[in-house]
């Protein structure tokens, strides 16, 4: 039996004034994909890629929201699928057959879910994915032993994170941003080296973002 919804949904990518909310149906599920309530849903500088239509591809019906939280109430089959039956999720909608987080009923492959603790709201739980991200950075800055980070998008909350971790284990790092207004907002949170990213001849200036940081660290690049 088929499920409807209702969902955000960009009649014409690349035009965000065609964003609105509209029913959809949910009339197949593919087989390792699952069907979530979504209870919450989180913002990530991918979903501008999603509605701009240069993420890679575009979800069904034109659907956005990359990640959320919610609870699995359909499987279309399969061993994983049928195991998240009922079960509190994180989610990332995943592949052309999904249907993004921003929706009342998400659709998305069951190798994208992963359960979570009855004490983890699902606030919390809605950026999961993004926190991972984090750890996995991390993992591979203290594994190298490295002195100092590089990063550029430095704004998002990703790099935000990685400055707040870089901080309390004592490692320094230079952020490249977007715009000038983001350069007091990581300062507040205790990044030191913080930089606009310039654009000569439609290439990134980094020699006129980095400064004399690459003397400083004694950097190679």
């Known amino acids: 039996m088929s499920e409807r919804t209702r969902a955000a949904i960009i009649d014409q990518v ?10 959809i149906e949910i009339s197949r599920i593919p087989e390792n994909f699952v069907v979530i309530r979504t209870e919450f849903a989180s ?47 994180a989610f990332m909608s995943f592949g052309h057959d999904a249907i993004g987080s921003f929706s009342e009923l998400a659709l998305t492959d069951a190798n994208f879910v992963l359960p979570i603790r009855d004490d983890l709201s699902f606030e919390d739980a809605a950026s999961a994915f993004t926190a991972l991200t984090v750890e996995y950075i991390m993992s591979k800055i203290r594994r190298g032993n490295h002195r100092a980070v590089i990063q550029n998008a430095a704004a998002s909350s990703i790099g935000k994170a ?7 284990y004592g490692i320094e790092t230079i952020n490249i941003v977007r715009r000038d207004d983001q350069i007091e907002i990581l300062r507040s949170i205790g990044a030191e080296n913080v930089s606009v990213q310039l654009k000569l001849g439609g290439k990134i200036g ?16």
């Open 14 to 23: 690349g035009n965000i004034n065609t964003l609105g909310v509209k029913d």
């Open 43 to 89: 913002i990530s500088p991918g979903d501008e890629l999603l509605y701009k239509g240069t993420f890679g591809y575009n979800f069904q019906s034109n659907t956005i929201g990359l990640q959320g939280s919610g609870t699995v109430i359909k499987s279309g089959g399969s061993v994983l699928a049928n195991s998240l039956l009922n079960k509190r999720v």
């Open 206 to 221: 980094w020699d006129n973002c980095l400064g004399n940081w690459r003397q400083q660290l004694h950097l190679m690049l």
């Open 162 to 168: 990685v400055i707040k971790y870089c901080n309390y």
